[in-house]
């Protein structure tokens, strides 16, 4: 099956520890991005990256990181730093930066305990 | 500012009915926007695309117009169903720059 998939699904943190959030595809996709979604929001993104090796800030990068080692993966990991870190993260990509249908994964729920 | 609004934030119909959800915008320059759906817990799946030249597109029992103009565009759900309940996200995109703005969305609930 051709996809992108996130895991976990549900994540549960406790206060000033960092976590790791997964995403895989295997679409041959250049572009992948990270998004937040809150309540009552448009999705914000986080990060994204047009190739393997690079990647950019997106609007709410603060507290986050990621890498892009590989093609296929994309980790975003939400730091201690991240203020309210609880949100579902989802992670997408795209044939290339310029192409905008993005795929979505099914995301993961992170709650901060 | 690059903005999406759409509206309702929510809305209740009887399984059956027809519904129409509404997106305005502010992003310039225009390049396209799309619907997107999205099920409770789920990534979102895009139903269609529109480009400044489209008026309306159709996609099985969903329908969206664009009006480049006034930077309005409208979602129909014609006979809807309850695999219908999901929220309904607008995307808009802008020239040049790589911009995408996603909208808030409508939560929309099918009742039997």
């Known amino acids: 099956d051709g996809g992108i998939t996130q895991s976990p699904k549900y994540l549960f943190r406790k206060e000033g520890q960092n976590v790791t959030l997964s995403c895989e595809q295997n679409?041959?996709?250049?572009?992948m991005y990270w998004y937040r979604q809150d309540p009552g929001q448009g999705l914000r993104l986080i990060y994204y990256?047009?190739?393997?090796?690079?990647?950019q800030k997106g609007d709410i990068a603060e507290g986050y990181s990621v890498s892009r080692e590989k093609k296929e993966s994309f980790p975003l990991t939400v730091t201690s730093a991240q203020k309210n870190p609880t949100a579902f993260y989802l992670c997408?990509?795209?044939?290339?930066?310029?192409?905008?249908?993005?795929?979505f994964g099914p995301g993961t729920r992170l709650t901060v305990l | 500012k690059n903005q999406v609004e759409q509206s309702p934030q929510s809305l209740i119909i009887l399984e059956g009915k027809n519904c129409t959800l509404q997106?305005?915008?502010?992003?310039?320059?225009?390049?396209?926007l799309r619907w997107y759906k999205q099920d409770t817990g789920r990534g979102p799946v895009s139903l269609t695309i529109?480009?400044?030249?489209?008026n309306t597109k159709s996609n099985g029992r969903y329908t969206a117009t664009l009006d480049a103009d006034t930077k309005q565009s409208s979602l129909h759900i014609t006979a809807s169903q309850l695999s219908d309940s999901a929220s309904y996200i607008c995307?808009?995109?802008?020239?040049?720059?790589?911009?995408?703005?996603f909208g808030a969305g409508t939560r929309l609930f099918v009742k039997a």
């Open positions: 679409l041959n996709h250049d572009a």
């Open positions: 997106c305005n915008y502010t992003v310039s320059p225009f390049s396209n």
């Open positions: 995307v808009v995109r802008n020239t040049g720059g790589f911009k995408t703005i």
């Open positions: 529109m480009t400044f030249s489209e």
């Open positions: 997408a990509s795209a044939a290339d930066r310029a192409d905008n249908e993005q795929f």
């Open positions: 990256s047009q190739i393997v090796n690079d990647f």
